[in-house]
């Protein structure tokens, strides 16, 4: 794992978003073709916008995997992470080869994790864009979260602090309004991707940078440490989110 820090929310999305298009473009050069899995939230909103704008990637040659959704949300719904991809990025790029979404509101939830886990089991993700969550999560892998099971998607539980979370960023009115569970992509499928870009800006992310990043220590409890183990994890954080890690060297790309 490498840690990038910069001065502020946008420069840090942005080198983010430049590096991301690098692989990206690096990627399809070689193989023809490139896998990428991308997550969503109000952190990953400017990566998603320089993305777009400046990587020049030839979006015709890639196929996408959804990170996580909310189970029993309906797409029309604000707060729905198909509607956020929808309106955000895939209607914006050239036509991608191949779009992967998790459907949340079916009425089999377990059903769709298989007909996901299917497509994925013949795929090799080049590349996955994420965040961590205040609580340390990695996608919607909260703490405890379980680093050893092997599917690809799973169902998940989703905690308080989690679903406070999602009132606080304006998706929900309620904590009553938040789903409780979620389909998301697991640890272990995270992890086996060949690159990770992770973009965490803003001061609400601070202790969770410090929890799962300031010391050796991994553990389910800050679900976000596993990434220390990963090669060619790419961190990209502002002083804000920062503030806690005065001890690791600033590093550039």
């Known amino acids: 794992m490498k ?5 502020n929310k946008k420069e840090t999305s942005k080198k983010a978003a430049l590096k991301a298009a690098l692989l990206l473009n690096e990627i399809i050069y070689k193989k023809g073709t490139a896998t990428f899995v991308i997550a969503t939230g109000v952190s990953q909103l400017d990566f998603i916008e320089h993305l777009v704008t400046e990587g020049n ?3 015709s040659k890639t196929k996408m995997f959804h990170l996580d959704e909310y189970i029993g949300l309906p797409e029309t719904h604000p707060a729905s992470f198909r509607k956020y991809l929808q309106e955000k990025f895939i209607s914006k790029v050239d036509r991608i080869k191949k779009i992967n979404l998790i459907n949340g509101d079916v009425t089999d939830p377990q059903k769709e994790c298989n007909r996901l886990n299917k497509i994925l089991q013949n795929e090799i993700v080049d590349i996955a864009f994420v965040g961590v969550g205040e609580n340390g999560h990695l996608a919607f892998n909260d703490p405890p979260a379980n680093f050893k099971i092997e599917d690809p998607y ?6 308080e602090h989690c679903r406070k979370q999602q009132v606080g960023e304006g998706w929900f009115d309620s904590l009553e ?8 992509m697991s640890i272990k499928q995270i992890m086996k991707s060949k690159n990770i870009i992770c973009t965490i800006p803003g001061e609400r992310k601070a202790q969770a940078v410090k929890d799962c990043f300031v010391t050796d220590k991994i553990s389910p409890i ?3 440490s596993i990434l220390k183990k990963h090669k060619n994890c790419f961190v990209f954080l502002d002083f804000d989110s920062a503030k806690y890690l005065s001890k690791i060297p600033l590093e550039k790309i």
């Open 3 to 7: 840690i990038n820090i910069y001065s």
């Open 222 to 224: 800050y679900p976000s």
């Open 154 to 159: 799973i169902i998940v539980n989703l905690d």
């Open 57 to 59: 990637v030839d979006w």
């Open 177 to 184: 309004d938040v789903p409780q569970q979620a389909i998301s």
